[in-house]
């Protein structure tokens, strides 16, 4: 399975509200940790792995560990749902006291096979400092990093939708994007060719993979227009193609402004 964008790997966040005094942050060296960055796993009932969490603080922490689908953008980046959890997904201990220095693992099961057969997915994980104390600086640990539950390998579903072409900018200074769906239950990048033609000019070329999460739609960049193209009417004509097999195509005319 080819790899996700580093978007969809592990993202650290410290967030600190300033106070008055210094030494507290001092006292406080080191941070909160989770293993692995990405954990993987066959989308299958029962038992999917584990995350370890570990305070390297000199501080007890009040830890909390939720399960997050993610939200995709048209750009094709990525965020936890924090308004949201995935219901089929459990973690044995939800939330937790962690001492200084020590480290929990949390294990994750499965309740059932999801609808579409995979599972993609934030584990979030909060920590604060049980006797902050004082007005010094107060900080809190956010960390996130990706689950992925994949399909079988009997149970792959390879398709995508093509939707609207998009034109940003002028001719000269633009670029041409289409809105592409993905239909199937992996994140195997989607790419494919483009070729646009008229008024006796052809423009063609490979457009770049791209991460889509399964049922999310992301505008993917045909061509960089850069005055190849003046304006008028054009045929457009796609070829998307996922884990080396043809998924889907699109054909039609626009006018290029």
């Not at 080396?244 to 039609?252: H, L, P």
Request: proline letters at 6%; hydrophobic letters at 40%; a positive charge.
């Amino acid at each position: 399975m080819k790899h996700l964008s580093t978007r969809l790997a592990i993202v650290a966040t410290c967030l600190a509200v300033f106070g008055l005094l210094l030494p507290p942050l001092l006292e406080a060296r080191g941070g909160l940790s989770i293993t692995p960055g990405i954990l993987e796993h066959v989308a299958q009932p029962g038992s999917v792995g584990a995350v370890k969490i570990e305070n390297t603080t000199s501080r007890s922490m009040t830890v909390r560990l939720a399960l997050r689908p993610w939200l995709q953008a048209s750009s094709g980046s990525v965020a936890p749902n924090r308004r949201s959890v995935l219901g089929k997904l459990r973690p044995n201990r939800g939330a937790f006291n962690l001492r200084a220095g020590a480290s929990r693992t949390v294990q994750l099961s499965l309740a059932s096979r999801p609808a579409l057969g995979s599972l993609y997915g934030a584990v979030e994980v909060t920590g604060a400092p049980k006797r902050p104390g004082g007005n010094g600086i107060k900080v809190a640990y956010r960390l996130v990093t990706s689950l992925r539950l994949y399909p079988p390998a009997s149970a792959r579903r390879y398709s995508a939708r093509a939707g609207r072409v998009v034109q940003h900018g002028s001719t000269g200074h633009g670029a041409l994007f289409l809105a592409v769906k993905n239909a199937g239950n992996t994140i195997d990048p989607i790419s494919g060719r483009v070729r646009i033609s008229g008024g006796g000019r052809t423009l063609s070329g490979v457009i770049s993979p791209a991460t889509i999460l399964p049922g999310a739609t992301v505008n993917l960049r045909l061509v960089n227009l850069r005055g190849g193209l003046p304006r008028g009417r054009y045929r457009v004509g796609v070829r998307l193609t996922q884990a080396g097999q043809r998924v889907g195509g699109f054909k039609q005319g626009i006018r290029l402004r």
